[in-house]
Nanobody
Framework: QVQLVESGGGLVQAGGSLRLSCAAS????????MGWFRQAPGKEREFVAS????????RYADAAKGRFTISTDNAENTLYLQMNSLGPEDTAVYYC????????????WGQGTQVTVSS
């Protein structure tokens, strides 16, 4: 089992920045890939970004490219998402996720942290 706890969400004005954190505990050695998803009101959960821990390979959704940066502190088993140039369209609950395999859906999820961007 892997436990994930997100933090860092909040209210920010358009154009501002936030840094989300996700602390992982438990069987973190099984965490091959870590990432972020988000779910806006009335919408489906969508992929934001991910990173393969061993090689540092990163993927971003088109909406995140150029504005968001995903990173890890492997020593601390912590995942980050630096979000810049935020807009109201980024308002959502952001979820941390872990894959134990190379493909498919994440195996573990955090409880989510709310990000609200005011215009």
């Amino acid at each position: 089992q892997v436990q994930l706890v997100e933090s860092g969400g909040g209210l920010v004005q358009a154009g501002g920045s936030l840094r989300l954190s996700c602390a992982a505990s438990g069987r973190t050695d099984s965490s091959r890939r870590m990432g972020w998803f988000r779910q806006a009101p009335g919408k489906e959960r969508e992929f934001v970004a991910s990173i393969i821990r061993t090689i540092g390979y990163k993927r971003y959704a088109d909406a995140a490219k150029g504005r968001f940066t995903i990173s890890t502190d492997n020593a601390e088993n912590t995942l980050y998402l630096q979000m810049n140039s935020l807009g109201p369209e980024d308002t959502a609950v952001y979820y941390c996720a872990v894959w134990t395999g190379a493909f498919g859906n994440p195996n573990y999820w955090g409880q989510g942290t709310q990000v609200t961007v005011s215009s």
